[in-house]
């Protein structure tokens, strides 16, 4: 037979990108169904807010303009969603339902290497989808993309957040329905009250611990400043959160998913 | 070379508190056959699984495993880029044709796109489906999928193929095309680990079977050894219990071995002469006399009737 005999396991580094490549080839198989919401979303939000709410709000809200405070939070609530997505329903489809797994587990991948590739997909997602809400925003004049530029690796971060916090979610669950208390019960309420639609200041007093304790809240503070270049001290708090959140969730998730995988 | 591939030594898996696999042991020469057959939930699937790194044996049975050199429990990667798996599942990435689930694949093992290409190529030939190349996945038929399921397995030329189930619910042109597949593989070297229901498929390719039960092997040998040492060589298979009433009570049917079941009798010896006399006695179309096979030991082995776990 031909072909050489392999006597090495490919490096780590490639079998994360193997996994990943994975699931961006099947993404960008259908490029127009998967490529077109992202930047049509924000087009579509913006026009109900530019075009109908808008006109109610006058008052500058953090000194910007509402549409300008909102379109900012637009670029993690995105990377939210799509990563929250791709590592519920999309992780326990390719579980329980595509064997995806099964298939890839017997290559040379362990379950450890599949989740940490799973977890970089999302978050790759998550800048591709804050980077189109970016070039929708910067089109519209509502940010200038040259100073809101990294706004898509906060997009990235934000996306690695609630990739774990997805994962460890999934871990849990039984049949994919359970995924609507995670969605109506955690992610909703969390787009409107982390101060995307308003500040959490005008939150009674007693939830604004709450507010402060959830993920997005951070994510918006933190790509707001890099939307304004209003960087500050305090936001080394907000990326401290980010990165503890990820380091423990994200290895809680892999605990927990890899007695699913490997068992 | 009588170099063992697979040794496995007291090993033991289990669910909770169902014992899946109990103290099994078995071994596996390089460039053979070996198939495990049972009962649904006799545990073939989880040996499988504990070989390829997919289940952990339970830590507290003092059992070894040894594949190709590595124990799974640690040295899992070291397995897996020397091995390829066919699970009982098709798992194909729908969104992409056949050619794309290939080269996908040659990716996990770091192989040159070059070389994958020409590989794919190969396989696809090897496989008879060269014309699919293009296709996409849900215009392929079960046998179609099945046969790219092995390809892909292969795409690593591996020195150990396990595959669990491979030819469940396809046509027999189609079992009987992989079926000559893998003896070609074996000839050419590849050790085969497999499960199956079909006692044909066990008979045909296995140098060695072994029949698993309730997580315990039951015998063990290869297929002619296993109708030698465990079965008479005829059997007069009497179609319904109302045929075989009528002529119990005769003298010469006391000379045969009879297994009765709720469906059909069978009387078994190793005279044909002996059976033949007893069909003298039934009508034709109410018996069929034959040599016995490796089924008869299964059931033998296995008991006749559904186990319920």
Excluded at chain 1, 155 to 164: D, H, K, N, V
Excluded at chain 2, 238 to 248: A, L, S, Y
Aim: proline fraction near 4%; charged fraction near 20%.
């Amino acid at each position: 037979m031909s072909g050489s005999d392999r006597k090495m396991y490919p490096p780590l580094w490639r079998r994360l990108y193997s996994v990943w490549f994975r699931h961006m080839r099947v993404y960008t198989k259908n490029m127009a169904s998967n490529g077109l919401p992202p930047f049509l979303e924000p087009l579509i939000f913006l026009a109900g807010v530019g075009l109908g709410l808008g006109n109610y709000i006058t008052e500058d809200v953090e000194g910007l303009k509402y549409i300008e405070f909102l379109g900012m939070g637009l670029l993690v609530t995105t990377a939210m969603f799509t990563s929250a997505f791709e590592c519920s329903f999309g992780t326990f489809i390719r579980l329980e339902f595509h064997k995806v797994y099964d298939g890839m587990l017997a290559a040379p991948v362990t379950a450890e290497n599949l989740i940490v590739g799973e977890m970089l997909w999302a978050a790759s997602k998550g800048f591709f989808f804050s980077l189109s809400v970016l070039i929708m925003l910067s089109l519209f004049k509502i940010v200038s993309f040259g100073d809101a530029y990294l706004a898509p690796f906060v997009g990235f971060l934000t996306a690695l957040m609630f990739a774990s916090l997805s994962l460890l979610i999934t871990s849990f669950v039984k049949t994919i329905n359970h995924f609507n208390f995670y969605f109506t019960g955690f992610i909703s309420p969390m787009f409107f009250f982390s101060g995307v639609v308003f500040p959490i200041s005008k939150l009674p007093a007693k939830l604004q611990p709450f507010a402060e304790a959830v993920p997005l809240t951070h994510s918006v503070r933190l790509v707001r400043a890099v939307c304004t270049g209003n960087y500050r001290w305090a936001l080394g708090l907000d990326l401290l959160y980010i990165v503890v959140f990820i380091a423990v969730v994200g290895f809680l998730a892999v605990h927990r998913l890899k007695k699913r995988l490997v068992y | 070379m009588t170099e063992n591939v697979i040794t496995v030594n007291n090993i033991s898996k289990s669910y909770g508190q169902v014992r899946a696999v109990n103290s099994l042991s078995f071994e596996v020469a390089a460039g053979t056959c070996f198939s495990c057959l049972g009962p649904n939930g006799a545990g073939k699937t989880t040996t499988m699984k504990m070989v390829y790194g997919k289940c952990v044996r339970d830590a507290d049975c003092d059992g070894t495993l040894d594949v190709l050199g590595y124990d799974p429990r640690t040295n899992e990667l070291d397995i897996k880029c020397r091995s390829g798996v066919v699970t009982q599942d098709n798992n194909l990435d729908e969104e992409l044709n056949v050619i794309q689930n290939l080269m996908l694949y040659s990716r996990f093992y770091d192989i040159p796109k070059k070389e994958a290409k020409k590989r794919i190529a190969y396989l696809l030939d090897f496989l008879e489906l060269p014309e699919k190349s293009k296709s996409k996945i849900r215009e392929l038929s079960g046998g179609m999928k099945r046969r790219l399921v092995i390809a892909r397995a292969l795409i690593n030329n591996p020195q150990l193929l396990i595959l669990d189930e491979p030819t469940t619910g396809l046509d027999p042109q189609v079992r009987h095309l992989i079926w000559e597949k893998l003896l070609q593989l074996k000839e050419e070297g590849t050790t085969i680990l497999l499960t199956t229901h079909y006692m044909e498929e066990a008979f045909r390719l296995s140098d060695t079977v072994l029949i698993m039960h309730l997580g315990k092997k039951i015998m063990q040998g290869s297929p002619l050894e296993l109708l030698d040492d465990n079965i008479e060589k005829y059997v007069l298979e009497i179609n319904r219990p109302e045929f075989f009433d009528k002529i119990k009570e005769n003298q010469i049917v006391s000379k045969v071995r009879v297994n009765n079941t709720n469906q059909f009798t069978r009387l078994f010896s190793d005279k044909v002469e002996t059976l033949q006399a007893i069909s003298q006695l039934l009508k034709g179309g109410e018996y069929q006399l034959r040599q016995a096979n490796l089924e008869d030991v299964f059931l033998k082995a296995t008991g006749d009737i559904l186990n319920v776990r």
